[in-house]
């Protein structure tokens, strides 16, 4: 049996010229991190960079838990975020894309299921998924 892990999913919305206005409330939700196409960089803090942003982003918080249920989680967001369908199209036919980015905490022996069901309903929505395994047994590079 699989050891309960640790999870945070994120949806990502990349657009390369919808306001993020627009995303968010479209999607009736408020951004954690957010920018829009043509204005200055900067960091999460406000120290400004170089050059512009050539893209509109917007990363929601979709949830975390410690409990290894992810497939759950993503059934349950992508169920909140079916009424929303058309918005994901018009995204995608006008050159944006959308991504659940998911955070996988492993603890132990883990492993997840995205039953066959639920792959569907998140391909009908146009959304991507992107994990990001973070495992401390596996040293970084320094």
């Known amino acids: 049996m ?4 640790d999870y ?11 306001d993020p206005e627009r ?3 479209s999607l009736g939700m408020a951004p954690f991190r957010s920018w829009k196409s043509g ?3 900067q960091t999460p803090t406000g120290t400004p960079l170089e ?3 050539t893209s509109s982003y917007c990363s929601f918080d979709i949830a ?3 409990d290894g249920e992810l497939a759950r989680c993503i059934r349950a967001a992508t169920e909140r975020l079916e009424e929303h369908a058309d918005f994901f199209r018009e995204i995608r036919q006008t ?4 991504m659940f980015y998911i955070f996988w905490y492993p603890n132990g022996d883990t492993g997840e299921v995205f039953d066959v069901d639920l792959l569907l309903k998140i391909a009908q929505l146009g959304i991507d998924i992107g994990i990001n395994v973070y495992d401390d047994r596996h040293p970084t590079a320094a």
Do not use: E, K, M
């Not at 699989?2 to 892990?5: D, E, G, K, N, S």
């Not at 050159?95 to 959308?98: D, I, L, P, T, Y």
């Open 39 to 41: 204005t200055p960089r």
């Open 95 to 98: 050159g944006g894309s959308a």
């Open 64 to 66: 975390d838990g410690d």
């Open 23 to 25: 995303i968010c409330n």
């Open 2 to 5: 699989a050891t309960p892990f």
């Open 51 to 53: 050059g512009v942003y």
């Open 8 to 18: 945070a999913v994120s949806l990502r919305v990349v657009h390369p010229t919808l």
